[in-house]
């Protein structure tokens, strides 16, 4: 009698196993650092409040007297970024780094 009780227990835990779908893969961690795309930016401009890009690498520009080239927005853990590149005349190509919410520079990459 304990015996078709157990097989039972097991016949009725595989049945609910079956019924539970499976996970979709493995659980991927976040990545500490997730760059976006054109459209994926003006959303989260819109919906997080960010500062416009234009208006910071205008900004970058005239600090580090260079010209723009381009901005994205990143996620560096719980913090947006903006990675601006900037180009100067003697060729050297400088990365600034701002606060996407307050519009702070956070650091430079080949300033010097």
Sequence with gaps: MRYAGLVFGLILALRLAAAV????????????RE???AAQTR???AVRKLAEPFRLMASAANRFQ?????????????????EITLLRRDGR????FTNAASGQIIGAKNAK
Excluded: D, T
């Excluded at 260079?66 to 903006?82: D, M, N, P, S, T």
């Excluded at 190509?93 to 600034?96: D, G, N, P, S, Y």
């Design 66 to 82: 260079a010209e723009a080239i381009g901005a994205k927005l990143c996620r560096w853990k719980e913090q947006f970024v903006y």
């Design 35 to 37: 760059c976006f795309s």
């Design 21 to 32: 779908p499976a996970a979709a893969g493995p659980v991927r961690p976040v990545p500490e």
């Design 93 to 96: 190509v400088i990365h600034v």
């Design 43 to 45: 959303e989260r401009i």
